[in-house]
């Protein structure tokens, strides 16, 4: 079947701390991934996506890197910012129009 | 442009009392999607539409109905509301529905049934 598991939260780091949220997905055929920001009190919006193996999505200084291998599409940033407080949620696109979601990941960057 | 915008933003319903969640965007979207979001669960699709008067069955369809008249507008019915229906429910709109497409979603409506 079609699932995202991501990495389970909440997620407390400070100000400048390298953020890995991991992500790994189960679909038939060859997904596009996403990685979507949800900050408080609003709807999700896109970070960043993936539409092949080997692509790298890139946006506000996060990368995830689409490995076919691991079924794998993990979130990273050098160095966080109080800014980037948000829900973090991994998604893929298989076929049927359907976007599944992983259950979110809560990031507080502290100061 | 307003992107996806919907109404209302909150309402509190009593159990078996219906409602319909309207939701709306100006770009000209071939799709639209409602989800539900819960604690723990991430988001849920209910129901989607990939044009004007067609829509599908999502994950989780039971104990909604939805309508797409106009390309614009995609609305989301609760006949008898019930309190496992307390929940954030997100529309969203793409362009199509290949991965080359992002969605944009509103901001949500907050529905709490007693």
């Known amino acids: 079947g079609n699932s995202v598991t991501q990495m389970e939260g909440p997620v407390t780091l400070s100000e400048e701390a390298f953020l890995t949220i991991n992500c790994t997905y189960t679909?038939?055929?060859?997904?596009?991934l996403f990685w979507y920001v949800q900050y408080p009190g609003e709807g999700l919006q896109l970070l960043l996506k993936?539409?092949?193996?080997?692509d790298k999505g890139s946006n506000k200084g996060f990368e995830a890197t689409y490995r076919k291998e691991t079924t794998s599409f993990h979130l990273e940033k050098g160095s966080v910012q109080v800014s980037d407080s948000a829900v973090y949620f991994c998604?893929?696109?298989?076929?049927?129009?359907?976007?599944?979601f992983g259950t979110g990941t809560s990031l507080t960057v502290i100061p | 442009n307003a992107g996806v915008t919907q109404t209302p933003k909150f309402r509190v319903l009593k159990t078996g009392q219906s409602m319909t969640l309207l939701c709306a965007q100006d770009?000209?979207?071939?799709?639209m999607y409602w989800y539900r979001q819960d604690p723990g669960m991430g988001l849920r699709l209910i129901h989607y539409?990939?044009?004007?008067?067609?829509?599908a069955k999502g994950e989780v369809p039971d104990g909604y109905n939805v309508s797409r008249l106009k390309k614009q507008n995609f609305l989301l019915g609760l006949e008898s509301a019930a309190p496992s229906q307390t929940s954030v429910y997100f529309c969203?709109?793409?362009?199509?529905?290949?991965?080359?497409?992002?969605?944009?979603f509103g901001p949500g409506t907050r529905l709490t049934v007693l």
């Open positions: 969203a709109s793409s362009v199509t529905g290949t991965g080359y497409s992002e969605q944009f």
């Open positions: 998604a893929h696109l298989a076929s049927g129009n359907q976007f599944y």
């Open positions: 770009m000209n979207h071939e799709y």
């Open positions: 993936a539409t092949k193996a080997d």
């Open positions: 539409s990939v044009g004007e008067g067609t829509t």
């Open positions: 679909a038939t055929g060859y997904p596009s």
